[in-house]
């Protein structure tokens, strides 16, 4: 039987192999999103984007990481589409409901456009209709901002606009590097 402490080395032993390893694959990981960022038309919101989600380190190839932008895009419109429905139970029947009505109407349509469209695009490799189908969910942001000009109004959505045409952006990228290959 092993002593407590050879039993305490060998743990150690083991567990400093596996962190090793841990360490290389983060490491691969962070190479693969910067090398891969760096083909975008924004590198340092897609590597910002693709870095602060957890769905990102299990993606080896630029489909993965497609794939991760996709899903980070569909749950931006997830949350906007909340806070937009919380928003708009305070404003319902003032300018600024109906223009959060927009902004949900069109929400819903990304939403449609991403969960479905792109997503089963993306599932048969079509990555340029992926890509269109993206770039049309993008446009959820614009939507919403003008419906809050029309009536000349601060929308209080700007920020998660702003984000969703970004990680649209970024994701259609993904996407058009992929159709390009």
Do not use: W
Not at 83 to 103: H, K, M, R, S, W
């Amino acid at each position: 039987m092993a002593s407590t402490a050879t039993t305490v080395a060998m743990a150690l032993v083991v567990l400093a192999a596996v962190s090793s390893d841990v360490l290389h694959v983060a490491d691969a990981d962070a190479g693969l999103i910067a090398s891969t960022c760096k083909k975008t038309k924004n590198p340092a919101t897609c590597v910002a984007m693709l870095s602060a989600d957890r769905r990102s380190a299990i993606a080896i190839t630029v489909h993965g990481l497609a794939n991760t932008a996709l899903l980070i895009a569909i749950d931006t419109v997830y949350n906007n589409t909340a806070a937009i429905i919380d928003l708009y139970q305070n404003l319902e029947g003032t300018p600024e409901g109906g223009a959060l009505a927009v902004c949900n109407d069109a929400y819903l349509e990304a939403d449609n456009d991403l969960e479905l469209q792109a997503r089963l695009a993306l599932d048969y490799l079509n990555y340029a209709g992926a890509s269109r189908v993206i770039l049309l969910a993008k446009g959820a942001g614009d939507a919403c901002e003008n419906a809050f000009k029309a009536i000349n109004k601060k929308s209080p959505l700007t920020d998660m606009d702003r984000q969703m045409t970004e990680r649209c952006g970024v994701t259609a990228d993904l996407m058009d590097l992929l159709a390009s290959k």
